[in-house]
């Protein structure tokens, strides 16, 4: 005898399955934003001078996913379909494109800290200055920005776990460094703190170039208390929310 047949139609994917879909699809459209976002700020590093051809790079940390620019290809040809990612070791998941060959500067930033964003430029002021001192006298209180005076990371062969390791005892207590006779570091909550921060790094380090280039006089720097003083101000600045 034949089972019988039911007009039933067959049972359709519970709720699970509808939410992960949804949750899958909320997850791309948050890392296309993202990856958008950081393509618009890497060629903002171009055209406001911070680096020059495809020198330094730019990535920001979306979960346990890093993206990031890849190696060599100009940012005004890169667009959606470019997406590159690692994740937290350095193995590539998203994307063909080779990563930036400083991945392993900006992993170390991500393993260590909160950060969410990391730009590094050839910025010119900042990389003379990383030439001449182990750390950014104390010209402007917008150091305070960076939790203290900016130290210098000694020079490293650029893309070595060595460089990696001497930019992070220079970032430590900080959010940014300079790199000897290469650029800087600086991250952020987010790629538009991270970017604005290496802005006033070169734009520091410009301001101690030129008070400093004066004949017969010497930049009046700031203490380590009006520094302090300037770092608790600064935790209320801004808008609230």
Do not use: F
């Amino acid at each position: 005898m034949l089972p019988a047949v039911s007009d039933r139609p067959p049972p359709s994917p519970g709720r699970g399955w509808q939410d992960r879909g949804m949750a899958e699809q909320r997850r791309d459209a948050e890392r296309d934003r993202i990856w958008a976002e950081l393509v618009g700020t890497a060629r903002r590093t171009v055209a406001d001078g911070l680096v020059v051809g495809t020198s330094g790079n730019v990535s920001a940390r979306v979960g346990d996913l890093v993206l990031v620019t890849p190696s060599g290809v100009p940012y005004d040809r890169l667009g959606p379909d470019d997406i590159t990612g690692v994740d937290l070791t350095g193995r590539q998941v998203l994307g063909t494109l080779v990563p930036t060959s400083e991945l392993p500067m900006h992993l170390a930033v991500y393993r260590a800290t909160d950060a969410r964003a990391v730009v590094h430029t050839h910025a010119v002021h900042a990389t003379a200055v990383s030439t001449l001192v182990p750390e950014l006298p104390l010209v402007h209180y917008m150091a305070a920005a960076l939790g203290g005076p900016v130290r210098v990371a000694p020079y490293a062969t650029y893309g070595t776990d060595e460089l990696a390791e001497h930019m992070l005892r220079a970032l430590a207590g900080r959010s940014g460094c300079l790199l000897q006779n290469h650029g800087t570091l600086t991250y952020g909550t987010g790629l538009d703190q991270a970017y604005d921060r290496t802005a006033q790094l070169e734009w520091m380090c410009r301001l101690w170039l030129t008070a400093s280039s004066v004949p017969g006089l010497t930049p009046s720097l700031l203490t380590e208390a009006q520094l302090a003083e300037v770092g608790e101000r600064l935790k209320g600045y801004g808008q609230r929310r």
